[in-house]
């Protein structure tokens, strides 16, 4: 069973290569949705992009999220099990992944790791910006 975190997917979300999602989406048939499973991490490339907490990541969030990532998918991520890529985009106080997250379909009522949901989460860790932009939706 190989690395999966070598999989063509995975390393273009590791290189903000969006053109490179794309085409191995669209023209080679690579599944958006597919586990990065080395030990300790399940994870999609979706999760993976916005584990940043920057915008670093935010044209592969947009190119997987186009291309039919499943944005209310949990992961078994040993940091964060049972939680969204909304989730982990809120854990990294990363608003702009959370924006694109939103506009495609993110349940902003799920309740994740440890049953809290988006706004819990914003709230316990101060994240003031996060949580007007919830509460706007």
């Not at 106080?93 to 694109?100: A, S």
Request: with cysteine; hydrophobic share 40%.
């Amino acid at each position: 069973d190989a690395d999966a975190s070598q999989e063509p997917l995975f390393l273009a979300v590791c290189a903000n290569d969006p053109r490179a999602i794309k085409t191995l989406v669209r023209t080679h048939g690579r599944k958006v949705d597919m586990w990065c499973k080395p030990p300790d991490v399940k994870m999609t490339p979706l999760h993976l992009g916005c584990r940043h907490g920057d915008d670093s990541r935010l044209a592969c969030v947009e190119a997987l999220c186009s291309n039919g990532a499943d944005v209310n998918k949990l992961t078994d991520d040993i940091e964060h099990p049972g939680s969204m890529a909304a989730h982990v985009a809120v854990y990294e106080n990363n608003i702009g992944c959370l924006r694109v997250l939103v506009q495609h379909g993110a349940d902003l009522d799920a309740a994740g790791c440890g049953g809290m949901t988006l706004a819990c989460i914003a709230a316990r860790d101060g994240f003031l910006e996060i949580l007007r932009f919830l509460h706007s939706r």
